[in-house]
Nanobody
Framework: QVQLVESGGGSAQAGGSLRLSCVAS????????MGWFRKAPGKQRELVAV?????EANYADSVKGRFTISRDINTVYLQMNSLKPNDTAVYYC???????????????WGQGTQVTVSS
């Protein structure tokens, strides 16, 4: 069983900052990619940023230069600066987890944390 627990959501004014954290716990071999997705009302879930294990991060064009993803083994962070009202969404943590050396990874999701940006 794998659990992803997010924290750090909340409200901010446009131009402000928030920092999200997500800790993965449970019994597993390792985590490959960890990332953040978001879902705004009336829109589909979209990738915000992803960081591979030991690799370089990738970002959605809409957040490049404003958001920074970082990682500490089984914890992933999202530093969000220069927030805009259209960043308002529920943010979900995602982790690709493997349970042995040779088995494929399985994707797990956190419960989501609300981020609201007011103008």
């Amino acid at each position: 069983q794998v659990q992803l627990v997010e924290s750090g959501g909340g409200s901010a004014q446009a131009g402000g900052s928030l920092r999200l954290s997500c800790v993965a716990s449970g019994s597993f071999f390792k985590i490959d990619d960890m990332g953040w997705f978001r879902k705004a009302p009336g829109k589909q879930r979209e990738l915000v940023a992803v960081i591979p294990r030991g690799g370089e991060a990738n970002y959605a064009d809409s957040v490049k230069g404003r958001f920074t993803i970082s990682r500490d083994i089984n914890t992933v962070y999202l530093q969000m600066n220069s927030l805009k009202p259209n960043d308002t969404a529920v943010y979900y943590c995602n982790a690709d987890v493997s349970f042995t050396l040779l088995t494929p990874t399985h994707g797990y999701w956190g419960q989501g944390t609300q981020v609201t940006v007011s103008s």
